[in-house]
């Protein structure tokens, strides 16, 4: 496989600059709000907070408690989000090698949907481990979503994409089928659950923080381990196999690890599309289709384009919030357009 | 740092205390009062601070005269008047933490749908929360006695109480006991895109009662969607629009007037369709008994026609 990488350089300089602006835009979005405060008050309570440093605290309390317990959780949820969106677009996109693929192709927005409204429609209330009803019970839909699509899909051993990619498509418009009827027979609690279907960080906190964040970890080490096979799969299936890939654990492996991480980022915070088809195809774009930069490179602009996205969310119109699947797509769509059009005889795959 | 702040706090308020002569509020031990979620809630002092995170409570705390101490409200609280030009917090269902934390409000009023997300996310913030559930007549009444209560304004709320019970009871005492067979058969409509209504075990089905009418939908549970042909087979005697939803107009009342396929019921052809302002009744404040007298007015015109 006569793969050459000329531009080991420029993709270095790439990794460190989305790595200036991925701490640049954080620090941006911890300072904007819809209570205004001063940007060094920001930086100081921020500071204060680190072992070692010392500040004497002359803000009031309640600045306080808006950038550490409001802001700080937001901006970190909307981070570790955006980059397991993205990172598990590309892979799903890489794994099937059809660059429409998104995080939710096989099943698991609808199922984590399912799931979601039924917690809505519960007529009790529980909480265990910093986890509600909601979130757990749209995970649990999301990864029995995609079991059952992979159950149906498998063929002996082998599981072919393309019947994968069917058999979750018609589960999905099933699950949507029935997200739909429990929708209009759901009365008072219908605007909660559209709300949450369009997408929301407007009430993280900490503990949901510390849920996601090692789902995230894990499987974004887990899929950036197996870039290289992804690349190799890009070819046949058959020469991957040749060229020394055990392709179906791979495969396995790759499918389970994206969709971990998807269930667990939209289960706090609802199915926000756009980012995971978006941001891998912007990040191929311009600096082209090796999965080992490709992955990480993803990881760092999924994040700090859902940082973005969140902000305009909660500023544009403040104190209304937008619905932060909106921001994706008003922002995302003309973006990807302007790259397409720009880079004309790129070819994708 | 939860801690921190709450001994900074404690600190500020007992050299407050130590400070100002003994007023008669510093004076009021701590309060425990359940709210209408069977939450009990702890208050140190006459709240001096309130956010009403609905508009139901933002036009009870205006009736017991607490508007100077209503410093954060919604979007939609448009009633009374003066509730317009204070801070929003948000809306109704998305409420913006960081502009309520901003405020230091010493009471924030919730109500049921704060139930399961905001009022954790306030509560862990440090801050009182007090909800308000109201899904009859009596617990309107009821959670406005319980808003005089914590704002120590018991005294306001009960003759607000009274007077609004009076009202009920001049209505009541003519429909309690009316039978089946005079209550005309009645067609509430909150919107007509799809066409809905409000069914049973809403605050309009039982006001519609009350009112000495039979709900068309009372078979049908909250508010939910009704096909015209329900309606036509029904035949309501008296069709009663709500108005004022959304942008404001009188959508609901128009589509009543123009929909050919309405013409052939006897409230259209003895021209007994009404509009109602959506908010009357929609609202579980204290303009719920305005609603009731509406209504009795609009169903039996011969018993509650003002001249």
Partial sequence: ?349 | MRLVTLGIFVVLLSLFAACAPPAEEVVSSTMEVADQLGRVVKLDKIPERIISLSPSNTEILFALGLADKVVGVTEYCDYPEAAKTIDKIGGFSTVDLERVVALSPDLVLATEIHEARIIPKLKAMGLTVFALDPKTLGEVLESIALVGEVTGKGEEASQLVAEMRSRIKVVTDKTDNMPEAQRPRVFYITWHDPLMTPGAETRHNELIRMAGGTNIARDLSGYAAISLEAVIEANPQVIIAGVGMGSGEDLTFRYVETKPRLKSVDACINHKVYKIDVDLAGRPGPRITDALEQLAEFIHPELFKKD
């Fill in chain 1, 1 to 349: 496989m006569p793969i050459h990488f000329p531009h080991w350089r420029r993709r270095a300089y790439a990794i460190l600059g989305l790595l200036i602006a991925f701490g640049g835009v954080a620090a941006f979005a911890m300072t904007v709000g819809s209570v205004q405060i001063p940007f060094l008050t920001t930086c100081r309570v921020l500071l204060s907070q680190l072992p070692l440093v010392d500040i004497t605290p002359t803000w009031l309390s309640t600045t306080e408690t808006i950038i550490l317990e409001i802001r700080l959780p937001r901006v970190i949820l909307a981070g570790l989000v955006g980059a397991a969106l993205a990172i598990a677009g590309a892979t799903y996109q890489g794994l099937f090698r059809n660059p429409l693929a998104d995080p939710y192709l096989i099943g698991v927005a609808q199922g984590a949907a399912l799931g979601a409204v039924v917690g809505f429609l519960l007529p009790f209330d529980w909480h265990g481990m910093g986890v509600g009803v909601i979130p757990l019970l749209a995970f649990i839909g999301a990864l029995v979503s995609v079991a059952i699509v992979y159950s149906l899909a498998r063929v002996g051993k082998t599981l072919p994409m393309t019947t994968l990619i069917l058999a979750g498509v018609a589960l999905g418009a099933l699950w949507g089928s029935i997200v739909s009827y429990l929708i209009i027979t759901s009365g008072e609690k219908m605007h909660g659950i559209i709300f949450w279907l369009m997408g929301s960080f407007s009430l993280s906190e900490w503990s949901e923080v510390k849920v996601v964040l090692p789902y995230v970890v894990v499987g974004v080490v887990i899929i950036l381990l197996y870039a290289r096979s992804l690349n190799v799969m890009q070819l046949d299936e058959e020469q991957a196999q040749q060229l020394g890939i055990a392709v179906e654990k791979v495969k396995l492996i790759l499918l389970a690890a994206a969709t971990l991480i998807t269930a667990a980022a939209v289960s706090f915070v609802g199915t926000i599309g756009f980012v995971g088809i978006i941001t891998p195809h912007a990040v191929r774009l311009i600096w082209g289709p090796d999965h080992r930069f490709l992955l990480p490179l993803s990881v760092l602009s999924g994040a700090i384009f859902l940082i973005l996205a969140d902000l305009v969310a909660r500023t544009a119109l403040a104190p209304t919030e937008i619905p932060i699947g909106v921001i994706t797509a008003i922002c995302g769509a003309p973006f990807f357009l302007y790259l397409l059009r720009r880079k004309k005889r790129a070819v994708f795959f």
